[in-house]
């Protein structure tokens, strides 16, 4: 494992799968979503695509999305292990809506800046309605992806409860 794409949908816990796998593999952890928004207003970094592209070209990495649209089949064609958190709905919706309560509380700083706010839980775009409406789609291309010749990675790591994974990463080493 020397370049791994952790995937999955919002709250599967991508982002503490992939720091989890900088710590044990010793990879470098890119968390895409800091690529892409670049300032306030949730806006889209002008060279995210460049940016990915030079870090996905490297022989040693982590990244922690599927990938936006524009460099998804990039990370899905370099990856040499793709790990899939497969949790169920009931798992990823718990944790998107009590990751949004805090980060709405407190106030919490996130990609380039920007927080989130009670306003933006009546948006339709907000994680937990993205998530809620992404969930069966999502898990489709993944699947759809992980067959594909032209995408599907020489390992496929397919984790469908928070336990398989922990699990999963102890056999990698140090506490889960």
Do not use: C
């Not at 010793?26 to 207003?41: C, K, M, N, Y």
């Not at 106030?107 to 706010?117: A, D, H, I, K």
């Not at 291309?141 to 010749?149: A, H, M």
């Amino acid at each position: 494992m020397r370049r791994v794409l952790v995937v999955g949908i919002s709250g599967a816990g991508k982002s503490t799968m992939a720091r989890a796998l900088e710590g044990r593999l010793g990879l470098p952890f890119h968390e895409l979503d800091a690529l892409h928004f670049s300032g306030p207003g949730w806006a889209v970094s002008p060279t995210f695509a460049e940016d990915t592209a030079r870090l996905a070209g490297t022989e040693r990495w982590v990244f922690d999305s599927l990938g936006y649209p524009d460099v998804r089949d990039l990370l899905w064609e370099r990856a040499d292990t793709v790990v899939w958190l497969d949790h169920p709905r009931h798992v990823v919706m718990r944790r998107v809506l009590l990751r949004s309560l805090r980060r709405s509380l407190t106030r919490e700083r996130l990609f380039g800046g920007n927080r989130e706010s009670w306003r933006e839980w009546l948006r339709a775009d907000h994680p937990a309605w993205w998530a809620w409406r992404q969930y069966g789609p999502r898990r489709a291309e993944i699947l759809r992806r992980s067959g594909d010749p032209r995408f599907a990675p020489p390992e496929l790591v397919r984790l469908r409860s928070p336990r398989a994974a922990e699990a999963w990463l102890r056999e990698r080493g140090g506490a889960a």
